[in-house]
């Protein structure tokens, strides 16, 4: 658990990528409709696994999801043996083996999705200085949630003429201080999706942004289906305790 809530102190500090927190300087974020809000709202299955496509082909070679585990796919509707086809796609560090050294192997469903680089210095270094923050829980942790991170994504622009822009640093219209070291990764066809939806860019930040609240909410459906019983049950409650109050008081006042 404290390595949760430093996951979400990390990515809160970093954002998604490089660059100063200026929060004053950011831009509202655009409205967009979620299948997951509300208190009857569900993810959308279908986008949250084009949303794990997105991820394997485009967001993993420079972040990761250090808490989250191959196996808990299966709540996105994954069987076993599909799930381990998954992780076999990712190499994890294991060990140390009978001779005392770190070794390498093919990921399993127990495993979780690793990051790219082997620690935090190695991926400063390729990455101008910053390293790009894991997504475990991304949606969570950064203000504006769901709607920051799909604005961030498809948020990129040419720079204004009086704008400074560094060696390796981009202009984002959602990214606090405009100025992000993350280039554009979503462009039109970036990915050719298994199920035949048309990959434009903004379907590629819905899905993926879905796949990402999913991954730092994994428990969100089942809080709503407890939440919606209590409510039912004090409704109940309140109807029997109600019924019981007028018949006492209706022989007290015979």
């Known amino acids: 658990m404290k390595k949760l809530f430093a996951a979400v102190a990390m990515a809160a500090t970093m954002g998604l990528a490089s660059g100063p927190a200026q929060a004053a300087e950011s831009t ?3 409205e967009h409709t979620w299948e997951f809000e509300g208190v009857f709202g569900t993810f959308n299955r279908a986008s949250a696994q084009r949303g794990l496509q997105v991820y394997n082909q485009v967001c993993s070679s420079c972040h990761g999801m250090k808490y989250v585990a191959f196996r808990t796919l299966e ?19 294991d060990g140390p083996n ?11 469903a127990n495993d979780t999705f690793p990051s790219p680089y082997p620690n935090e210095v190695v991926a400063k270094n390729a990455n101008g200085g910053a390293a790009p923050p894991d ?12 709607e920051y991170v799909r604005a961030l994504m498809i948020g990129y622009e040419e720079a ?11 202009w984002n219209e959602y990214f606090p201080g405009h100025k992000i070291g993350m280039p554009q990764m979503l462009m039109d066809g970036a990915v050719e999706y298994q199920d035949g939806t048309k990959a434009t860019a903004e379907q590629m930040a819905h899905d993926v942004t879905t796949f990402l609240h999913w991954a730092a909410n994994p428990h969100m459906e089942e809080r709503k289906r407890m939440g919606l019983k209590v ?12 019924a019981v109050q007028r018949k006492v008081w209706s022989d007290v006042k015979k």
Request: hydrophobic share 40%.
């Open 98 to 108: 009978d001779q005392g050294e770190m070794y390498e192997r093919p990921a399993e």
């Open 160 to 170: 204004p003429a009086d704008a400074e822009l560094a060696p390796g640093q981009y």
């Open 28 to 30: 509202s974020l655009p």
């Open 75 to 93: 709540d996105l509707g994954y069987n076993e043996d599909q799930v381990e086809a998954i992780a076999s796609q990712y190499t994890v560090t």
């Open 231 to 242: 409510i039912l049950f004090l409704i109940v409650l309140t109807g029997l305790l109600y």
């Open 135 to 146: 997504l475990s829980v991304i949606t969570s942790a950064r203000p504006g949630g769901p």
